[in-house]
């Protein structure tokens, strides 16, 4: 081995990730979905692969209001190359909404020629906004991929509001 994994290696690691992979082809036909599209979608392999994806399979949301391709069908902005990078919601196949980090980008062969698209989307977990805006962590006690304050910010942050509440008698 040459220091590079072959293909089936490269299958094998992204069949096992958490975050959500699939391709589409140039008709918009699913002919790939990972482990953790499963998860995160609820949707199985056999159930997607073939189908097209404006097959209401993966529905995105735009402020939880449903709508096909809201952000772009993952055809139209790779044509040119670009990725293209959203925070949106979509539809799990039990109902409820999943809010997602949602990357699009061209899938090209050997030749560079683009063939499909790959989506790769992972679940955002949803922070509550803080009412006042003082007691908010400066941003670089945020985590950069989940905007969840740090152990310390967060443990430093209940211990003033156990403080406030002790002494205020609440």
Same mark, same amino acid.
């Given at each position: 081995?040459?220091?590079?994994?072959? *293909?089936?290696?490269?299958?094998?690691?992204?069949d096992?990730?958490?975050?959500?992979?699939y391709?589409?082809?140039?008709?918009?036909?699913?002919?790939?979905?990972?482990?953790?599209?499963?998860?995160?979608?609820?949707f199985?392999?056999?159930?997607?692969?073939?189908r097209?994806?404006? &097959?209401?399979?993966? #529905? /995105?949301?735009?402020?939880?209001?449903?709508?096909?391709?809201v952000?772009q %069908?993952?055809?139209?902005?790779?044509r040119?190359?670009?990725?293209? /990078? #959203?925070?949106?919601y979509?539809r799990?196949? *039990?109902g409820?909404?999943?809010? #997602?980090?949602?990357?699009t980008?061209?899938?090209?062969?050997? *030749?560079?020629?683009?063939?499909?698209?790959?989506?790769?989307?992972?679940?955002?977990?949803?922070?509550?906004?803080?009412? &006042?805006e003082?007691?908010?962590?400066?941003?670089e006690?945020?985590?950069?991929?989940?905007?969840?304050?740090?152990?310390?910010?967060?443990e430093?942050?209940?211990?003033?509001?156990?403080?406030? %509440?002790?002494?205020?008698?609440a």
């Open positions: 081995m040459s220091g590079i994994p072959d *293909a089936q290696v490269f299958q094998a690691i992204v096992r990730i958490d975050s959500g992979v391709a589409v082809d140039l008709q918009g036909k699913i002919s790939y979905w990972n482990y953790g599209a499963e998860k995160i979608s609820g199985l392999s056999q159930e997607v692969l073939g097209a994806c404006r &097959d209401s399979i993966l #529905v /995105e949301y735009d402020d939880h209001n449903p709508a096909m391709c952000h %069908c993952p055809l139209e902005g790779v040119h190359g670009a990725r293209h /990078e #959203v925070m949106t979509l799990h196949r *039990a409820h909404v999943v809010p #997602v980090r949602l990357w980008m061209a899938l090209k062969n050997r *030749a560079g020629d683009i063939v499909g698209a790959v989506k790769v989307f992972s679940e955002k977990i949803a922070v509550p906004e803080l009412r &006042d003082t007691s908010r962590p400066p941003v006690d945020l985590d950069a991929e989940t905007g969840v304050p740090s152990r310390v910010s967060t430093a942050f209940l211990r003033e509001q156990i403080e406030a %509440c002790t002494t205020q008698g």
